[in-house]
């Protein structure tokens, strides 16, 4: 280690920052932690995954409650939002994870200092406390693991009253009549669910002609069908929002659409979700030499190295999707590699996850990409209504789609739109990264009845058009 006080310093407590930490210690790093707020967890623990996924399974118990309950002979009267309580046990659920994490901290032997880092120079970082005092620390290597903030749009000024992000989306204490979204993406789903979930109507207004454009087309088709018809969600493509104002207790959006013709938005609220920005404000980058290439990321080797050989940088701030379970696996890959091991990651095989309801995962190759590419292949679909399971529980909508390739029959991709898709996803992940072959997955047992049933039959469907239920 030399005279520094420390091995490896991550700057950055969030999914990746943490995870990292963690396997450094147990690889005999001697390792520091800097975080800028005063608790950790970054913006997935706090603000972003896990108490949006408190909301909404909130949302889904209250709109099974008010809607499907009946039906199973579950007779409930007078029912009505507590937003007071939702929003408590949703701090509650972010507090316990969030300590959870400080307990690994100090079970692994990770010195925490919170506090604004900033680099002096390749080897020390200025830490900037909340009472303005200021430390200097030493370390032989950093790893820049310091996330993402919510992108602006030009001309739409966020006041966090009325104009807001998914943030103050997350503590809002009362149900609004109505919501414009800006952004048919993951947040903007997800956070538009859970209030047309108790009532809200929702009016999302997206640039392109898709929801979810990054995931395979005929997802982003059936979760606007499923979110129209259940949830009344409205749609409006190819709109351009070019500014926004807030009068009084409405908040107004200004677009044009496809014909250049300036249409008008009301709500109650608007909230921007149009995706997130590397977060390196402050960092001093500059004052070291790291370079960010013209989208502000990071830029960095195989090895997830910057150009300033003992620097680094995980996560949201470097290349690639900004997910939180990506993070750490680079976190874990770097640590390892940085111990002379030999670790593995298959970025294609990163899966991506939509927790509306259904869910929406998808796991290698969209069909589009397949097209584009020129990879012959054929494709098996299975739809949830043919379950027992799906009929037993209610959840009708959605299907499973496996494309594999035409001669082979490995598993190019593996696309769910369906109840617990996040959850069945992990079984093309596995799949995939063994190159298993469709007709792998259609001689498989699959516990009956369940909801992966649907991935078998999809299977079959791609070997041979041979499905059993449909």
Same mark, same amino acid.
Not at 16 to 37: D, H, N, P
Not at 194 to 201: E, I, N, P, S
Not at 318 to 337: F, N, W
């Given at each position: +280690?030399?005279?520094?006080?420390?091995?490896?310093?991550?700057?950055?407590?969030?999914?990746?920052?943490?995870?990292? *930490?963690?396997?450094?210690?147990?690889?005999?790093?001697?390792?520091?932690?800097?975080?800028?707020?005063?608790?950790?967890?970054?913006?997935?623990?706090?603000?972003?995954?896990?108490?949006?996924?408190?909301?909404?399974?909130?949302?889904?118990?209250?709109?099974? *409650?008010?809607?499907?309950?009946?039906?199973?002979?579950?007779?409930?009267?007078?029912?009505?939002?507590?937003?007071?309580?939702?929003?408590?046990?949703?701090?509650?659920?972010?507090?316990?994870?969030? $300590?959870?994490?400080?307990?690994?901290?100090?079970?692994?032997?990770?010195?925490?200092?919170?506090?604004?880092?900033?680099?002096?120079?390749?080897?020390?970082?200025?830490?900037? @406390?909340?009472?303005?005092?200021?430390?200097?620390?030493?370390?032989?290597? #950093?790893?820049?693991?310091?996330?993402?903030?919510?992108?602006?749009?030009?001309?739409?000024?966020?006041?966090?009253?009325?104009?807001?992000?998914?943030?103050?989306?997350?503590?809002?204490?009362?149900?609004?009549?109505?919501? !414009?979204?800006?952004?048919?993406?993951?947040?903007?789903?997800?956070?538009?669910?859970?209030?047309?979930?108790?009532?809200?109507?929702?009016?999302?207004? $997206?640039?392109?002609?898709?929801?979810?454009?990054?995931?395979?087309?005929?997802?982003?088709?059936?979760?606007?069908?499923?979110?129209?018809?259940?949830?009344?969600?409205? #749609?409006?493509?190819?709109?351009?929002?070019?500014?926004?104002?807030?009068?009084?207790?409405?908040?107004?959006?200004?677009?044009?659409?496809?014909?250049?013709?300036?249409?008008?938005?009301?709500?109650?609220?608007?909230?921007?979700?149009?995706?997130?920005?590397?977060?390196?404000?402050?960092?001093?980058?500059?004052?070291?030499?790291?370079?960010?290439?013209?989208?502000?990321?990071?830029?960095?080797?195989?090895?997830?190295?910057?150009?300033?050989?003992?620097?680094?940088?995980?996560?949201?701030?470097?290349?690639?999707?900004?997910?939180?379970?990506?993070?750490?696996?680079?976190?874990?890959?770097? *640590?390892?590699?940085?111990?002379?091991? @030999?670790?593995?990651?298959?970025?294609?095989?990163?899966?991506?996850?939509?927790?509306?309801?259904?869910?929406?995962?998808?796991?290698?190759?969209?069909?589009?990409?397949? &097209?584009? &590419?020129?990879?012959?292949?054929?494709?098996?679909?299975?739809?949830?209504?043919?379950?027992?399971?799906?009929?037993?529980? +209610?959840?009708?909508?959605?299907?499973?789609?496996?494309?594999?390739?035409?001669?082979?029959?490995?598993?190019?991709?593996?696309? !769910?739109?369906?109840?617990?898709?996040?959850?069945?996803?992990?079984?093309?992940?596995?799949? +995939?990264?063994?190159?298993?072959?469709?007709?792998?997955?259609? !001689?498989?047992?699959?516990?009956?009845?369940?909801?992966?049933? *649907?991935?078998?039959?999809?299977?079959?469907?791609?070997?041979?058009?041979?499905?059993?239920? +449909?």
């Amino acid at each position: +280690m030399g005279n520094f006080q420390y091995d490896i310093t991550v700057i950055g407590s969030g999914p990746g920052g943490y995870v990292a *930490a963690i396997r450094l210690a147990q690889l005999g790093f001697k390792t520091a932690i800097v975080e800028k707020y005063e608790a950790l967890g970054g913006t997935c623990l706090n603000v972003g995954c896990i108490p949006s996924k408190a909301l909404l399974d909130s949302s889904e118990h209250f709109f099974n *409650a008010s809607h499907n309950f009946k039906t199973h002979g579950i007779n409930l009267t007078n029912l009505k939002v507590d937003m007071n309580q939702m929003i408590e046990r949703k701090n509650q659920v972010v507090s316990q994870t969030v $300590e959870g994490v400080k307990f690994l901290m100090k079970k692994n032997k990770i010195t925490v200092y919170y506090g604004f880092g900033s680099f002096e120079n390749q080897n020390t970082l200025s830490i900037t @406390k909340k009472d303005g005092t200021q430390e200097m620390i030493t370390s032989e290597k #950093f790893i820049i693991a310091t996330g993402s903030k919510p992108y602006t749009i030009p001309g739409v000024e966020i006041d966090k009253t009325r104009i807001i992000t998914s943030t103050e989306a997350l503590n809002l204490k009362e149900v609004p009549k109505s919501m !414009i979204v800006i952004g048919g993406g993951v947040i903007g789903l997800e956070m538009g669910s859970v209030f047309a979930r108790l009532g809200t109507k929702i009016k999302v207004i $997206e640039y392109t002609d898709s929801l979810i454009p990054a995931m395979d087309l005929d997802l982003g088709k059936e979760i606007q069908k499923v979110l129209s018809k259940e949830l009344g969600f409205e #749609f409006f493509f190819k709109h351009k929002v070019t500014g926004a104002s807030v009068n009084g207790k409405k908040a107004k959006v200004i677009a044009l659409n496809s014909e250049n013709q300036e249409v008008n938005f009301e709500a109650d609220y608007v909230l921007v979700a149009v995706g997130r920005r590397p977060y390196t404000d402050g960092l001093g980058l500059d004052k070291v030499g790291v370079k960010l290439d013209n989208r502000g990321k990071v830029e960095v080797n195989d090895d997830l190295q910057t150009n300033i050989p003992n620097i680094y940088a995980i996560g949201d701030v470097i290349r690639g999707a900004m997910l939180a379970h990506k993070a750490s696996e680079e976190g874990i890959y770097l *640590a390892e590699k940085l111990a002379g091991q @030999k670790p593995h990651i298959h970025y294609l095989l990163i899966p991506n996850v939509v927790y509306t309801w259904p869910e929406v995962a998808g796991v290698g190759y969209t069909e589009q990409e397949l &097209k584009e &590419k020129g990879i012959p292949y054929k494709k098996g679909k299975f739809d949830f209504r043919n379950l027992g399971r799906s009929r037993a529980s +209610m959840d009708l909508e959605g299907f499973v789609k496996i494309l594999a390739h035409k001669d082979t029959d490995e598993i190019l991709g593996m696309h !769910i739109i369906g109840p617990r898709a996040a959850d069945l996803i992990a079984e093309g992940v596995v799949a +995939m990264e063994f190159r298993a072959s469709a007709e792998d997955l259609a !001689i498989f047992s699959h516990a009956h009845p369940t909801f992966a049933e *649907a991935i078998k039959e999809a299977a079959l469907d791609a070997t041979a058009k041979r499905a059993l239920h +449909m």
